[in-house]
């Protein structure tokens, strides 16, 4: 069994469980879509910008995701090894 892959599941799955992080998501989104309404259609470096966050905001959860679903599948593997 892998350990820090547990670990790291176990790290990204308080996160993306926390209401903190949650809010802090929602913040970033909200202020993104301002900042993306307040630009001229003629601004395409800003508004590319902006989605290039909006698209690594995903990209990190996305990515924490992952990490819990490796971590599930390591600890399901020790279990089905031991036969627990």
Avoid at 38 to 63: A, G, P, Q
Wanted: charged share 35%; hydrophobic share 35%.
């Amino acid at each position: 069994m892998n350990r820090e892959i547990i670990e790291r599941g176990q790290t990204a799955k308080r996160l993306l469980e926390s209401p903190e992080w949650k809010a802090c998501l929602e913040y970033l989104d909200r202020d993104l879509i301002a900042q993306f309404r307040k630009t001229n259609v003629n601004e395409v470096n800003e508004r590319e910008d902006i989605h290039k966050v909006m698209y690594w905001s995903d990209l990190f959860s996305d990515r924490l995701s992952k990490y819990v679903e490796k971590a599930e599948t390591e600890v399901n593997i020790y279990q089905h090894k031991s036969g627990a």
